[in-house]
């Protein structure tokens, strides 16, 4: 049978397979779109029911290197469904700053992973990095600013430079040449020194067992923190790790107890006017103001403190990679040597590559920006971030990527200077960025500064014949037992 068909008919025809098309390829575009604004969803690998994409972090060292691949995979803005976690993994330069500065209001809270709580008196409130954004923390930046960011040349600058040349002194006379030794410890101990004489104004004998039980306490916590867990987006495994939690739990109370007996001691009942130190600041705000209470000022005074073991880790693992690079060495000597007096941090301006040196371990250790939380609806680059979504700021790519550095596996100081003085390329984020930003950052540099410099005054430091210094990447802590080292005096 043969079908006659009129040339209006095929018109009709066309016109009905077109409409079709064209609501069928709307709806296929709606599906990547949201309704009401029109940002898109971020594009999202196959995931299992129960770990959701957890799989695709499996077998790297560095979970953000899994991150960097599944940007050069599926774009710059990725969704995740890690266990129950909604999260958004986020590269580039450009859509980092976009979330740490341009809209650092909408992604400033932080996960609530059960660990956090526990770790903080059941409240990570109570935890000046992995609060939310609040007043209170508002309040607590504002009074530690003072403190963590000496400026040049103030009494305070001046003071600090006094404390690191002390420890720097106590470092020396503990170091005994030629021979291979743990320093992980002793500079430990005299970081806590200087923290503890630098925000309370009280010191301690390196040789107190109390203090040096405070000490291990701490590194052991901050060990603690900057793992990540399976269990902190898989509620249902926590239980593997209460033993250890309970365990981190008591160290924490063992601090609280060292800090109240001999930090604070009779201070907090004594009526003064003067507001010399931090603790000071705290006592006088918690008895005049209401903002802030006694508790949340101990725990915000504790963490700042333990701020020691993340200056003192990031000193064994910079002398860890001078360790292997006895050129780097001579030429952070020969700036010293230049000096012909005992060096300190006045003298940073004109010790550039011994600068350009600390940034490069800092560059190379890349530590991860601590994930950050959507408070509300919004978008990056485009794509929608729906509220309370975890977000990893992939800053290990911006430290490590080849198209942004020449041989990023090298140590190669050299990479932060340009005509004898210190560049530092936007792309460079190792503290952050934006209200949530490292309060930290300037007093990592002064006091590694100070100890580098005056280590390497004195001594050059070389390989143990049985240590690999292989630095790990990704985390700021070591474990206790860590590299050791042997000191050869000049
Ligand atoms: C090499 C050493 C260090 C590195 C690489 C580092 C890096 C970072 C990074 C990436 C953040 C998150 C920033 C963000 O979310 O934008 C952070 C937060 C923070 N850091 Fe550091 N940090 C270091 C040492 C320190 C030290 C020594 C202290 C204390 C004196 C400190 C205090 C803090 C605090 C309090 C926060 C939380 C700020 C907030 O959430 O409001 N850090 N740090």
Redesign the pocket.
């Known amino acids: 049978m043969i079908f006659f068909v009129s040339p209006l008919s095929i018109v009709l025809l066309s016109v009905f397979i077109v409409a079709v098309l064209i609501i069928f390829c709307k709806k296929l575009r709606n599906v990547n779109k949201l309704p009401v604004d029109g940002l898109q969803k971020p594009p999202t690998p196959f995931k299992f029911p129960i770990i959701g994409h957890m799989h695709l972090l499996a077998g790297y060292s560095v979970p953000y290197e899994a991150f960097s691949n599944l940007g050069r995979k599926y774009g710059n803005v990725v969704k995740l469904q890690l266990g129950n976690v909604k999260c958004v993994v986020v590269n580039g330069q450009k859509n980092i700053r976009e979330a ?1 500065i341009t809209k650092g209001h909408h992604f400033d809270s ?1 996960p609530n992973f059960e660990r956090y709580q526990m770790l903080f008196g059941g409240n990570k409130e109570n935890s ?4 939310d954004w609040s007043d209170t ?1 508002k309040l607590r ?1 504002d009074m ?1 600013k003072v403190h ?1 960011f000496p400026r040049s040349f103030t009494n305070t600058y001046y003071s600090l430079d006094n404390l690191i040349q002390q420890a720097s002194t106590l470092i020396k006379s503990e170091i005994t040449p030629n021979k291979s030794m743990e320093i992980k410890p002793i500079i430990l101990k005299n970081c806590a020194n200087i ?1 503890t004489a630098h925000f309370c104004s009280k010191t301690f004998s390196v040789s107190d067992e109390k203090f040096i039980r405070m000490v291990e306490n701490f590194d052991d916590i901050f060990y603690e923190v900057n793992q990540g867990y399976a269990a902190d987006f898989l509620p249902f495994l926590m239980p593997f790790h209460k033993k250890n939690l309970e365990r981190i739990n008591s160290l924490t109370h063992e601090i609280r107890e060292f800090i109240l007996d001999e930090v604070v001691g009779s201070k907090f009942n004594v009526d003064t006017d003067v507001e010399g130190d931090y603790l000071d600041s705290l006592i006088k705000r918690v008895k005049t103001n209401s903002d802030l209470t006694w508790e949340t000022a101990l725990f915000a005074l504790e ?2 403190i333990g ?2 073991s ?2 003192g880790n ?1 000193l064994i693992k910079l002398l860890a990679y001078l360790a292997k690079e006895s050129e780097v060495q001579a030429k952070i000597q020969a700036e010293i040597d230049a000096k012909e007096k005992p060096v300190t941090i006045c003298d940073r301006s004109s010790m550039p590559y011994t600068e350009a040196t600390i940034f490069e371990a ?1 560059r190379l ?1 890349a ?4 994930p ?1 939380v959507a408070n509300q609806n919004s978008s990056i680059n485009g794509y929608e971030i729906e509220k309370d979504t975890v977000l990893f700021l992939n ?1 290990y790519d911006l430290s490590m990527s080849k198209a942004l550095w020449n041989d990023p596996a090298k140590f190669k100081p050299e990479r932060f200077l340009k005509n004898g003085k210190i560049v530092k390329p936007d792309y460079f984020l ?12 300037k ?2 540099q002064l006091v590694s500064f100070g100890i580098l410099s005056d280590i390497l005054q004195n001594y050059t430091v070389l390989p143990d014949d049985g240590t690999s210094y292989e630095v790990p990447v990704g985390s ?1 802590a070591l474990p206790k037992n860590t590299f050791k080292f042997k000191f050869i005096s000049r």
């Open positions: 740490l932080r000046l990095a992995f609060c923390q930046r530690l963590t923290f963490d700042i701020g020691h993340a200056v990031f800092v250790i530590s991860p920006i601590v950050r800053n190792p503290f952050g960025g934006g209200r949530r930003s490292c309060m930290g950052y007093i990592v700021l």
